[in-house]
């Protein structure tokens, strides 16, 4: 049996961005060029004659109504006031009105969104905002196993495992998603600073622990730093066993 050998590179990160790249894009190449969408048709009630009909219903998601009944809607009407120079405190689009500025789960104090919005507001950018967190995501762990010493290859998979993970394409057009695509980034950034007790690898782990907080979704940052708060006990007690000349354990 012919193994397939991986040509070795320099910058293994660089190779690591084009695999994870191009692997979303070659998964979800019909919404890539346009010939299938992550929009649900009949978002509020399906009937079951609905649900093998794919070009109705997404076929991999669990729930695509909120998406198209509320997130959509939100975030078309805040990032249009913002561009107008006008504050987004309500909107008339869900409902009989509600809330922008004073609802987080609205996502208009998520940086990463809104950046995005306020320079692409066409429907097609919400597909590609989703593809976004994926590769988002992969490219994560990718960088966060490599730190942990990892090769490279080991790293990539570890990266594509996640991108492509059961929880992640399920709820794959929920907006919480985006607070799961910046958690390994979190861990990589106190990783560096467990090891090198850096200023700014401090401050690195807070910037992107405020990407967490600022998500929009309040349950799910709750339970990424309850995660994060296991992972710094496991990795200080590491550390200290480490400087003591002990063996950790768990």
């Excluded at 070795?8 to 890539?32: E, R, S």
């Excluded at 789960?105 to 995005?116: E, K, L, Q, T």
């Excluded at 692409?120 to 966060?144: C, E, P, T, W």
Aim: aromatic residues 18%.
């Amino acid at each position: 049996m012919k193994i397939v050998k991986f040509p070795d590179v320099k910058n293994d990160y660089l190779y690591g961005v084009i695999w994870l790249a191009v692997l979303v894009v070659v998964f979800f190449f019909p919404v890539v060029i346009g010939r299938q969408v992550l929009f649900e048709a009949t978002p509020l009630f399906y009937k079951e004659a609905l649900h093998n009909f794919n070009r109705l219903k997404t076929p991999w998601v669990v729930d695509g109504g909120t998406y198209v009944r509320a997130t959509v809607p939100d975030t078309i009407a805040a990032s249009r006031m913002i561009r107008e120079g006008i504050v987004p405190l309500w909107t008339p689009y869900s409902a009989a009105g509600q809330p922008l500025a004073a609802n987080m789960a609205s996502g208009i104090y998520n940086p990463v969104r809104f950046i995005y919005f306020s320079l692409f507001s066409s429907l097609k950018a919400f597909d590609f905002y989703i593809l976004l967190h994926l590769f988002i995501a992969g490219l994560g762990v990718f960088i966060f196993l490599k730190e942990l010493g990892l090769h490279w290859r080991a790293a990539l998979f570890g990266g594509i495992a996640y991108m492509f993970s059961g929880y992640l394409i399920n709820y794959l057009t929920f907006w919480f998603l985006g607070i799961d695509a910046f958690v390994p980034y979190v861990l990589f950034a106190f990783e560096r600073y467990c090891i090198r007790r850096r200023l700014q690898d401090a401050i690195l782990t807070g910037l992107f622990g405020s990407l967490i907080i600022l998500g929009s979704h309040p349950e799910a940052s709750r339970f990424e730093n309850d995660g994060k708060k296991i992972h710094r006990t496991s990795v200080s007690y590491a550390c200290h066993c480490s400087r003591s000349g002990i063996a950790p354990h768990f």
